[in-house]
């Protein structure tokens, strides 16, 4: 039963990295309806951008600020060169644009700082600790925990930004209903633009840890990917979705490899997110939190 | 000759219904089909053959497969490798199993298994769409893959999955040149070209678009949806499964689970988006522009970039020219190189007097 | 059997009969208690103001809602739970309120696609595209460039209808909708945004289809003038209700439906 345990607190606490990945889609599917399939590149841009600022000897806080500064520049990059001349274009047609915009942030972050993997020093410890260890005899690393911790306060700086600031209700709005928001004269490629820059942030925020806890590397991408079945599970527009989705799923994808995977060779956890988000799909095809569409004739 | 369709009066239904209505356009596919299969193995070179057109030839057949399910009916995939992997695998099986099993038909074989596994990984398409159906078809990609790494079965207990593919005899004879290699790839793509030409200007075609441009009108019209939808997943696994057994049959010889990861997925997925979506012309064009880009590039890099950037940048130029020219497409030309060569077409009919 | 009405048009038996329908989504009541019936060769108006649920009323009859009471009974069956692809086989066709054509296919193809389920080759001939493939698809679009004519529609064949006015798309839908050469037409506004010229020439056609082919037709409008002018009977739907039934005449004279239309003084 400790065991167990084991496995779903560690299972929980990297479904936490799933979670940050996918609130960057949240929020931008949200705002512009564009399902940013460059997510996942942007959060290996971001890691990549950090270190290489900090190879080149910059201290902690200005790697911070100078990959910050990068993301926000890719993000207005972004709404103005890929996504303004598509707007009022089908879903669709955004959603494999960003296919290319994944590509393309892969190849300019490589091309920029290089193939090579990194490490990465938040200066914490990936150790167990000692406390839980001696109470409850389950081993809980440190890190984890401090990454849950980063995640509750990231969620809550987004939530009061999205609750109580001039930009969070114009972006509101935006997000019901984009024809309305124009006409109340609220700007929406400013607000894009916002959009896109929190989203950087987040997937800065989403990298360093990504990045501390399995170095700096294009594998990356591929584990960014399971947010997407987080984000099936959640719905493509509910913040708290997007972290329940995201527990569920590392838990799951843990305890399936943990108790199923050795009937079958292992290494289920490659699928086992996707096929679960596709089981789920068939029941409750809007998500968790998601809501329903009705379509009209 | 000029490009000329003045004094070709259609006076029939079924003359304007043919293939190619325009007397030009029947001369010009014919005069390709003779140059590919009589000229070019007599003046390409074992490189050219071997390296780029028969993968050349593959890939279109793949991304003809992806076109009928993305282009015609509007479902998009990100699985495509994936269904060629089963076709590649379930023809090794068909081969090394069956005792005298002929090639030709081990390799139908796996295009049916193909079209099977997708018609399981359609099923969700009945329910949910667009993106949704993406993530969807990625199960279909990392399951399908991880099934032909982890069970022995599939490839007949070879280490760690790798088949290598058997050798190829129709009738006797022995395919194990390039060349005879090249023409009997030539000759399956172009039978499944024509006939995927056939079935998207028949009613399976029209039903297929219905459902892509409004699946609620379709359906009032009397469209069968999921028999529709259903029907573009199988046969464009079964054309992804064929591609896929010649991938492994006509151009690698050997190959793991792993040789059709995402990466091929994408990469069919961007010839049939800049090639046209939609078009069968296309994908052939898409498949020519994805094949050739990367050497174009490398030709770039070593010979007339020398020294200007480091060798290692060249994989990581092609992702940004890959991603860039994706980007470039769907805001400048959605409709692809098919649209821009149909609209060079119509330029070349009023030619030299536009006005 | 049949009588002669006051249009001259020879109306027959009841083809269509809906009784006690009630529509619900969720608590939302769309239709309540509602009956009438559609007699054959007959143009039946459907009118009321926005949101009264006439178009609710078309999906009910062509299948794509099912209401969770009432009979419906077509042809003398009545109808169990049906699928709208159903509906087209049974010959009930429809057009849409807002234009819901093929966009990426052309005119030609687009009716085509209405004779769908008269199609019968499989796709392996298709595939092959020849003999009973080929002389199907020479046959119905012989049909097709009938109802091409019909519609005077010839020079517009091979456009994309994407690229089309607003009226000729009315226009390519009702064509769709003919090539199924239905028993039953459902219109839902035909006439919407039209011009005058746009109007009579669709009013043309939807009295010449109701004519030559003696197709029934349920249409729903909301230019009285149209509607009175041609229309054999009209059933007034105000919230889900009905609140009158009858001739022109009948419903341009009776209290409920005035008030409906003018708002009452109180």
């Known amino acids: 039963m400790q065991f167990f345990f084991e496995v779903l607190i560690g299972g929980l606490l990297s479904g936490v990295m799933y979670s940050f990945v996918a609130l960057g889609f949240v929020m931008i599917y949200k705002a512009s309806g564009v399902f940013n399939f460059a997510q996942g590149a942007m959060v290996f841009f971001a890691a990549l951008t950090f270190v290489g600022f900090q190879e080149m000897g910059a201290p902690f806080w200005l790697a911070l600020i100078l990959a910050f500064g990068a993301m926000v520049l890719l993000g207005i990059a972004t709404e103005r060169i890929v996504l303004r001349p598509l707007v009022n274009q089908p879903h669709i047609t955004l959603f494999m644009a960003t296919i290319g915009l994944t590509f393309f942030v892969e190849g300019l972050a490589q091309g920029i700082w290089g193939s090579t993997v990194r490490g990465l020093d938040l200066g914490i410890q990936d150790e167990p600790i000692e406390w839980i260890m001696d109470k409850a005899g389950i081993l809980v690393s440190s890190f984890d925990l401090f990454a849950a911790g980063v995640a509750a306060a990231l969620v809550t700086l987004l939530a009061l930004f999205f609750q109580y600031t001039r930009v969070g209700r114009a972006l509101r709005a935006v997000a019901d209903d984009h024809q309305a928001a124009l006409s109340i004269g609220i700007p929406l490629q400013n607000i894009w633009r916002i959009v896109w820059a929190v989203a950087g942030f987040v997937a800065l925020v989403a990298g360093l840890l990504w990045g501390a806890r399995n170095g700096v590397q294009f594998a990356l991408t591929f584990t960014a990917l399971k947010a997407l079945p987080v984000l099936i599970l959640g719905g493509f527009t509910s913040v708290p979705g997007a972290i329940v989705g995201g527990l569920i799923i590392g838990s799951t994808e843990k305890l399936a490899e943990v108790y199923l995977g050795g009937y079958v060779g292992g290494g289920i956890d490659s699928w086992f997110p996707y096929v679960m988000a596709l089981a789920f799909l068939l029941i409750r095809p809007e998500g968790l939190f998601g809501e329903k569409h009705i379509d009209r004739v | 000759m000029l490009y000329r369709e003045a004094g070709q009066f259609k006076t029939s239904y079924a003359a304007d219904q043919q293939i190619f209505p325009i007397r030009q356009d029947r001369i010009a596919i014919g005069l390709i089909l003779v140059v590919a299969a009589l000229v070019v193995p007599m003046v390409a070179s074992e490189y050219w053959i071997k390296a780029i057109l028969i993968p050349f030839l593959i890939f279109s057949l793949a991304a003809l497969g992806l076109n009928i399910l993305t282009g015609y009916a509007g479902q998009l995939s990100l699985g495509s490798a994936a269904f060629m992997a089963v076709g590649a695998f379930a023809a090794y099986n068909f081969m090394g199993r069956i005792e005298g099993m002929p090639v030709l038909l081990a390799f139908v074989g796996g295009g049916l298994s193909a079209a099977a596994v997708g018609i399981l990984f359609g099923l969700p398409s009945l329910r949910i769409k667009g993106f949704y159906l993406a993530v969807a078809t990625l199960a279909a990609q990392f399951f399908i893959v991880w099934a032909l790494t982890k069970f022995g079965w599939f490839s007949m207990d070879s280490s760690s999955g790798v088949i290598t593919a058997q050798e190829i005899q129709i009738l006797g004879y022995r395919f194990d040149t390039p060349i005879s290699l090249y023409l009997l790839v030539l000759t399956i793509v172009a039978v499944m070209a024509l006939a995927a030409k056939n079935m998207v200007r028949s009613s399976v075609g029209r039903a297929w678009m219905a459902v892509r441009d409004m699946d609620v009108a379709a359906e009032v019209i009397g469209i069968r949806i999921m028999h529709t939808k259903l029907l573009a997943f199988a046969i464009s696994s079964f054309y992804c499964g064929v591609a896929g057994a010649l991938y492994a049959y006509a151009y690698l010889g050997t190959v793991e689970p792993e040789g059709f990861n995402l990466d091929l997925s994408f990469k069919i997925l961007f010839m049939i988006i800049i090639g046209g979506v939609g078009s069968i012309m296309g994908s052939f064009l898409g498949a020519a522009f994805i094949v050739l880009l990367p050497i174009f590039l490398d030709v770039l890099i070593q010979d007339f970039l020398t020294g200007l950037l480091p060798p290692s940048i060249s994989s990581n130029l092609q992702l940004m020219v890959f991603g860039g020219l994706i980007i470039f497409f769907l805001i400048v030309e959605p409709h692809g190189l098919a649209r821009l060569w149909q609209i060079g077409k119509e330029k070349l009919r009023l030619w030299p007097f536009p006005h | ?266």
Do not use: W
């Open chain 3, 1 to 266: 059997m049949s009588e002669q009405n006051q249009n001259g048009r020879r109306v027959g038996e009841v083809i269509l009969d809906l009784q006690n329908i009630s529509l619900r989504f969720g608590g939302v009541k769309a239709l309540t208690d509602i009956s009438f019936n559609v007699k054959e060769h007959e143009i039946r108006a459907i009118i009321g103001p926005n949101g009264a649920g006439k178009s609710s009323m078309l999906n009910v009859i062509n299948g794509v809602y099912h209401p969770q009471e009432g009979r419906i009974v077509f042809h003398g069956e009545e109808r169990k739970k049906m699928e709208p692809h159903m509906a087209a086989t049974q010959g009930i066709a429809r057009t849409f309120q807002n234009i819901a054509l093929f966009k990426g296919m052309s005119v030609l193809d687009n009716i085509m696609t209405g004779r769908i389920t008269k199609m019968k080759c499989g796709f392996l001939e298709q595939a092959l595209y020849l003999g009973r493939a080929q002389k199907e698809e020479l046959a119905h679009r012989e049909k097709v460039e009938e109802v091409i004519d019909f519609l005077e529609i010839q020079h517009i064949r091979k456009t994309p209808v994407g690229r089309l006015p607003y009226g000729l798309q009315k226009r390519v839908e009702l064509g769709r909708a003919l090539a199924a050469e239905p028993s039953l037409l459902l219109l839902d506004e035909p006439m919407a945004g039209m011009n005058v010229e746009e109007k009579q020439d669709m009013c043309r056609f939807i009295l010449d289809v109701n004519d030559q082919f003696g197709t029934t037709i349920v249409l729903i409008e909301h230019d009285m003038g149209v509607v009175m002018d041609i229309s054999d009977r009209v059933v007034v739907l105000d919230y889900g209700k009905k609140i009158g039934d009858g001739t022109p005449d009948d419903v341009r004279n009776n209290q409920e439906v005035i008030s409906a239309y003018l708002g009452v003084a109180h």
